[in-house]
């Protein structure tokens, strides 16, 4: 009897499985449920089998009969009777009919049991199951093969614009954090990155907005963005195409991960504690890692932000891709065009304008507080050559000039300075430097630094145990130079890169020197790197340049623009380094020409920066220096290490 009814009960069961997977592709969750009905009920008969198993049919018959009386309450002496009426042969009918009422009554009790327990858990059934198979109730219509999505993966259409969790956040879409999410997916290749960019624009490299996308003769230049390097070769400012990056909603389903970028979003609180962020539209978004690399704003004068709407509406802040749009199409419409400022953008801008100086008649003018152009960096005699060189692209050069306040008078702007000269302009445009973008400190509790600004970060680049800050916006400890806060390209490429690889498990200090450079056009510039500032002292070692000494030729030799990507990729321990036999080198006399040579920055008789004047691809040389620490009795000596009498 017991096997009888364990095999009707599984062969129901697998009647029922079959059915509910012919043509289906796979079980249903309905098909989970009858087998699961269908295992308790045999579990149940089966259970009750066992416990009779021992006991004689007749044994069974009576047991059964007398447990059943008693809880009738059926009085003593008519149960007695009863089973005495009900003895007889072994197996007799009256014996098998009190078995067979027995069974049928256990197994309605347990049957309405099942049917109880599976009323109370069929909505946690069903969610386990779904779950299990990766399909909701909802996506069991059929549907053709075309229109199904593979497994494990919700439907296009149900996905949401933007996932509410992702492993990696980086949030700033500049060149630090697309060098981190490169590295990051470099060491683990599965990695899902989300970028989330205040720019509409993808990631893309700055230093072209100031220096060869001005000299190109694309009439569409502010279209393609696409610009000729001084070696002749073209391409883009963009880092890498819209192919490379996955759609943000489809970050969490593809298969090898990928990188995506949320353009045109900002971010505006961190939950530090809860792992999360909010952007300015009000979405949220947990993540497990987060890096910080929100870079910086330009800077405004104090006298232009007194001034009235009519001037704010006349003044640029160079800093992105639409700011060289505008610039560009004003420099074809007005006649006067001001910059203010004498670092680097500043006269790198100069230069590019002077060009339209020459060839349209555009006045370029350039003013600044100091001496002469990149006066806080290169020693007084180099930045007074500097000047005259920027004059002779075609720019009014305006040293000591601090501005006192601005006003429209009539149709042009009025610049009025302290010592009382006026400037008359059509534009202004504000290369005064940069604040580092630190809103989120707030609401995340992380730390200022009081003296450079910017996130106060360790030597790993951290500001907490899951959360890392690169680019314009960290300020870092050097483990050569102390603490520091870098705005230039190169450091945005290291820091991001090394942020990129502790945040994937390296846990590697920042040791690696990074370099900037800029360039007064296609024949002179100069590399940098370490602490160069003109109020240290200085050695300056100098000689005869030849046609190979310029910023074009440099780039023939490297093959890129960006002279960075070659150079942050070569350690000085790798370089080899040749003495040279040439006569010691000099520094030129006033009224000759500055045509090559190194400058030395000295602290405590230690070299701590070095400047490169148009001598290229000797980056791991100086950086090596450096990292040595070493003092040196005869810096000449060391000058000879970059040969810089090579002809």
């Known amino acids: 009897m017991e096997g009888g009814s364990g095999a009707v009960a599984h062969a129901r069961c697998g009647r029922r499985g079959r059915a509910g997977g012919a043509g289906s592709g796979g079980r249903r969750p309905e098909a989970h449920g009858d087998m699961f009905r269908c295992r ?35 009085p003593i002496e008519l149960q007695m009777s009863r089973q005495v009426a009900g003895s007889g042969v072994p197996g007799g009918k009256g014996d098998s009919s009190i078995f067979v009422l027995i069974v049928g009554l256990s197994t309605l009790g347990a049957g309405a049991y099942v049917y109880k327990t599976l009323r109370e858990n069929k909505e946690r059934f069903t969610s386990r199951v779904s779950s299990i198979t990766g399909r909701s109730p909802e996506d069991e219509s059929p549907r053709s093969d075309t229109d199904a999505a593979p497994q494990g993966a919700a439907a296009p259409g149900a996905r949401p614009e933007v996932p509410s969790h992702v492993p990696f956040l980086l949030i700033g879409g500049g060149t630090a954090a697309f060098a981190a999410a490169r590295s990051i997916r470099a060491r683990d290749p599965g990695a899902r990155v989300l970028i989330v960019s205040e720019d509409p624009a993808l990631p893309y490299m700055r230093p072209p907005l100031s220096k060869e996308l001005w000299f190109s003769d694309d009439p569409h230049v502010t279209e393609t963005l696409r610009f000729k390097q001084w070696n002749g070769k073209e391409r883009s400012i963009y880092f890498q195409p819209p192919s490379f990056y996955v759609p943000v909603r489809d970050l969490p389903f593809v298969e090898n991960g990928g990188v995506a970028v949320l353009c045109g979003k900002k971010v505006v609180h961190m939950d530090v504690r809860g792992n999360t962020v909010k952007l300015n539209d009000g979405t949220q978004i947990s993540y497990d890692k987060c890096l910080i690399a929100t870079g910086g704003s330009p800077r405004n004068l104090p006298a232009i932000e007194r001034a009235g709407e009519d001037v704010q509406q006349r003044l640029t802040l160079f800093r992105k891709i639409e700011d060289f749009k505008n610039l560009e199409k004003i420099s074809r419409q007005v006649k006067s065009v001001t910059i203010i400022g004498g670092g680097f953008l500043g006269s790198e801008l100069a230069c590019a304008l002077g060009r339209r100086a020459r060839t349209r008649g555009l006045e370029v003018i350039q003013l600044f507080p100091e001496n002469g152009n990149m006066g806080k960096v290169l020693p007084e005699y180099l930045s007074n050559w500097t000047t005259e060189k920027v004059r002779r692209e075609g720019v009014t050069v305006m040293p000591n000039a601090v501005v006192k306040s601005v006003c429209v008078r009539g149709k042009r702007l009025v610049i009025e300075l302290k010592d009382g000269r006026k400037v008359e302009t059509d534009h202004i445009v504000a290369a005064v430097g940069l604040e580092p973008n630190v809103e989120l400190a707030k609401s995340a509790g992380l730390e200022v630094d009081s003296d450079f600004g910017g996130f106060r970060v360790n030597a790993e680049l951290q500001a907490r145990s899951n959360i890392w800050v690169a680019g314009d916006a960290a300020c870092f400890y050097d483990i050569k130079l102390g603490r520091r806060r870098v705005e230039h390209h190169d450091h945005a490429v290291v820091s991001g890169r090394l942020a990129g690889e502790n945040m994937t498990g390296a846990a590697k200090p920042y040791w690696h020197q990074s370099m900037f450079w800029s360039d007064l056009g296609p024949n002179v510039g100069y590399e940098a790197i370490g602490l160069v500032d ?73 070299v701590v920066g070095i400047v490169l004047w148009n001598i290229f691809n000797r980056m791991p040389i100086a950086r090596k220096i450096i990292k040595d620490g070493e003092e040196h009795d005869d810096l000449n000596e060391v000058a000879k290490l970059f040969n810089i009498h090579e002809d």
């Open 40 to 74: 308790v009920a045999a579990a149940a008969a089966g259970g009750l089998a066992r416990a009779l198993r021992p006991l004689s049919p007749a044994a069974r018959g009576r047991a059964a009969a007398g447990n059943l009386l008693q809880r009738w309450n059926v």
């Open 534 to 606: 003109s109020s240290l002292p200085t050695v300056g070692v100098f000689a005869k340049a030849t046609a190979k000494d310029t910023p074009k030729s440099a780039t023939e030799q490297s093959g890129t623009g960006i002279r960075s990507e070659s150079e942050t990729e070569a350690e000085a321990s790798e370089v080899p380094i040749s003495s040279s036999s040439s006569p010691t080198p000099q520094v030129p006399k006033q009224g000759e020409d500055y045509g090559k040579g190194v400058i030395f920055y000295l602290r405590d008789k230690v």
